[in-house]
């Protein structure tokens, strides 16, 4: 039977074209999926190897074909210039920083008056560059999470690097949402999160066995998410969102306490009651500072697929309402509707809409915006 660590192992020969070097061992096969003996699977590439992507691409073949996989899915992106400092480094581990192109290791001076613990986690420093975006709702079940999955994955699309943060700890969705079977890795002392989509992933539902719950006190979840920016390897990243559970719990006050240049997304329905408790979360944002980059409508109507027509099951405006209140912009309405996906397609996710899709489409027009808004 083929699996995850077959497939790395099969690799192990088949070199980088640049480096000389087996792409496995240099850790550059990324986002390893193997569904019904079906393998799919990133390759990470130096910049002068981009355009022996063809050739490359049958040597991998060749060499999973002998380890019994069926027809292979392939993408190939360009490493960053973090990933190629760091790999540059596992080659010539005795080299300077200077030489590789890595930052000096040289310690930094303790950051103050910009929230708790930043002189341990830069990642949280504003100078860092890193666009923090919470997703926020009132309550559960208005797709929050679909949201800030699709959202992610649109702007990874734009040729963001983008990171995403499960921090809705008792309710963690997004690894099933994304169709992550893998588990991140240690690397050093830190841990790799998941690639998926372009999206870098780390989760709760990482680190528990059989979907159990997590029964956790307030300081417990606090020390979690503190733990999820500073012992997670996240690389450059341009944009970091993060999926708040629904309400003003412990989590959200920690995340506008931790990351005070946060900026805030909130999702509801157009039902009247969803956007009157989403006011909340939008409450807080403006009470500790937070910039409120706009309001996203989710199940706005269901859409007829053969007259076309539009029943607005959960009302109307109630997104615009919302975002009237907290004076702010009326960003994105989406319908209600799940992706026509199926589960025999190498890049198979329960929840994310592909780019040529309508819905995908108005993803893509929603990450434009925030980009615009952000600056970025």
């Known amino acids: 039977m083929i699996t995850r660590e077959t497939v790395l192992e099969a690799l192990k020969g088949v070199p980088e074209p640049t480096l000389r070097k087996g792409l496995s061992e240099l850790g550059l096969i990324r986002d390893v999926v193997v569904r019904e003996g079906i393998v799919s699977l990133t390759v990470v590439l ?21 380890a019994g996989a069926g027809t292979p899915h392939f993408r190939f992106r360009e490493m960053t210039e973090h990933e190629k400092a760091e790999t540059l480094s596992k080659l010539h581990p005795e080299a300077p920083a200077a030489a590789t192109g890595a930052p000096a290791n040289k310690a930094s001076p303790p950051i103050k008056g910009h929230g708790a613990g930043m002189e341990k986690n830069p990642l949280l420093h504003p ?58 890795e240690q690397e050093g002392e830190k841990i790799r999160p998941v ?20 029964v956790w006190r307030g300081p417990m979840l606090g020390k979690m998410l503190r733990n999820f920016f500073a012992e997670i390897e996240w690389g450059e990243l341009d944009y970091l969102l993060l999926d708040l559970p629904p309400g003003t719990g412990d989590v959200a ?35 500790t500072n937070h910039q409120i980059l706009g309001v996203v409508e989710n199940m706005s109507y269901y859409e007829c697929g053969s007259c076309g027509n539009r029943d607005y099951v959960f ?16 960003l994105a309405q989406f319908p209600i509707g799940a992706p026509d996906n199926h589960p025999a397609e190498p890049d198979y996710s329960p929840s994310v809409y592909k780019a040529e899709s309508k819905t995908g489409k108005e993803y893509s027009a929603l990450a434009e915006q925030i980009m615009k808004l952000c600056g970025k």
Do not use: C, W
Not at 47 to 59: D, Y
């Open 253 to 287: 006050l920690d995340v506008h306490q931790m990351i005070p240049q946060s900026k805030e997304i909130i999702v509801t329905t157009p039902h009247a009651t969803a956007a009157f408790v989403a006011a909340r979360a939008g409450s807080m944002a403006i009470r």
């Open 315 to 330: 009302g109307r405006g109630g997104g615009a309402r919302l975002a009237e209140t907290l004076h702010t912009g009326l």
């Open 195 to 214: 690639e998926r989509f372009g999206v870098k992933v780390i989760s709760m539902g990482f680190f528990v066995e059989d979907n159990s719950p997590v």
């Open 46 to 66: 130096h910049p002068h190897s981009v355009g022996k992507s063809a050739e490359l691409e049958r040597e991998l073949a060749s060499a999973l074909a002998q």
């Open 127 to 184: 100078e860092s560059g890193v666009e923090f975006i919470a997703v926020a709702s009132g309550k559960g079940g208005v797709g929050k999470s679909t949201v800030t999955v699709n959202l992610a994955v649109a702007l990874a699309r734009q040729g963001k690097r983008v990171g995403l943060i499960d921090s809705d700890i008792y309710g963690f969705s997004v690894p099933d949402m994304m169709g992550i079977e893998e588990r991140p």
